[in-house]
Nanobody, 128 residues
C-alpha cells in the first residue's frame, strides 16, 4: 500500500525558513516522480516543485523558483522541500504526491490530476 506522510509545517515570520518532509512507502522511488503542491483557502491546488529520483532532475513553479529547493534521501524514503525567504502568500496546506512518470516534470506542476497518491498535508502559515 502506497503511503505518504508530510511533516514540518508550522508558523513562521516572513523571511523565515521551513523544511517540509514527505516520508513515502509502498513503492520504488525510481519508478515515480514526487511532487509538492499547495492549496490556500479559496484557491485551486498549485504545483510547487517536483523531482525525479531516477533522472535526478527537478522542476519549480515561477512563484517559488530561487527560494525553494526539493531534494530526496532514498535511504530514508524521504523527499524534502526546503523553503527559504518565505512570504505571506506562501501560506497554504502543502501536500506531497506521487506520479507514475518521470517525464515532463514542469508540465506536471500544472496538472495535479497526473498525481495518483497524496499525503494528508501539512499547514504552513507565514505571518507578515
Amino acid at each position: 500500500e502506497v503511503s505518504l506522510v508530510e511533516s514540518g509545517g508550522g508558523l513562521v515570520q516572513a523571511g523565515g525558513s521551513l523544511r517540509l518532509s514527505c516520508v513515502v512507502s509502498g513503492f520504488t522511488f525510481d519508478d515515480y516522480a514526487i511532487g509538492w503542491f499547495r492549496q490556500a483557502p479559496g484557491k485551486e491546488r498549485e504545483g510547487v516543485s517536483c523531482l525525479s529520483s531516477k533522472f535526478g532532475n527537478t522542476a519549480y513553479s515561477d512563484s517559488v523558483k530561487g527560494r525553494f529547493t526539493i531534494s530526496n534521501d532514498n535511504a530514508k524514503n524521504t523527499v524534502y522541500l526546503q523553503m527559504n525567504s518565505l512570504k505571506p502568500e506562501d501560506t497554504a496546506v502543502y501536500y506531497c504526491a506521487t506520479r507514475n512518470s518521470n517525464w515532463y516534470l514542469e508540465r506536471s506542476l500544472s496538472n495535479p490530476w497526473e498525481y495518483e497518491y497524496w499525503g494528508q498535508g501539512t499547514q504552513v502559515t507565514v505571518s507578515s
